[in-house]
Nanobody, 127 residues
Framework: QVQLVESGGGSVQSGGSLRLSCAAS????????MGWFRQVTGKEREWVAVLRTDDANTAYADSVRGRFTTSRDSAKNTLYLQINSLKPEDTARYYC????????????????????WGQGTQVTVSS
């Protein structure tokens, strides 16, 4: 079992920045896919960024590449999402997820491939 707790969301103006955190606890796996997803009420959950814990390889959705950066502090077992140049369309609830069985290379980007989820943290961007 892996428990995930997100924090760091809030309300900001367009162009602002936030740093989201996802603290992981429970069983430690040698390699995991960890991802950030976001969801607007009434819409499907979409992937934002993923990170593979054994090699720190990352991937980003086209809509956020260049503005969002995910990283991990292994000592703190915490995943981060630095969000810069926020836009109103970034408004969503952001979720952290983990899959302890990653593919041979890279990470999954589909929400249904992730086993463990946090409760989410709300990001609201005003214009």
């Amino acid at each position: 079992q892996v428990q995930l707790v997100e924090s760091g969301g809030g309300s900001v103006q367009s162009g602002g920045s936030l740093r989201l955190s996802c603290a992981a606890s429970g069983y430690t796996y040698s390699s995991m896919c960890m991802g950030w997803f976001r969801q607007v009420t009434g819409k499907e959950r979409e992937w934002v960024a993923v990170l593979r814990t054994d090699d720190a390889n990352t991937a980003y959705a086209d809509s956020v590449r260049g503005r969002f950066t995910t990283s991990r502090d292994s000592a703190k077992n915490t995943l981060y999402l630095q969000i810069n140049s926020l836009k109103p369309e970034d408004t969503a609830r952001y979720y952290c997820a983990a899959n302890p069985r990653p593919p041979r290379n890279g990470c999954y980007i589909y929400p249904d491939r992730y086993t463990y989820w946090g409760q989410g943290t709300q990001v609201t961007v005003s214009s």
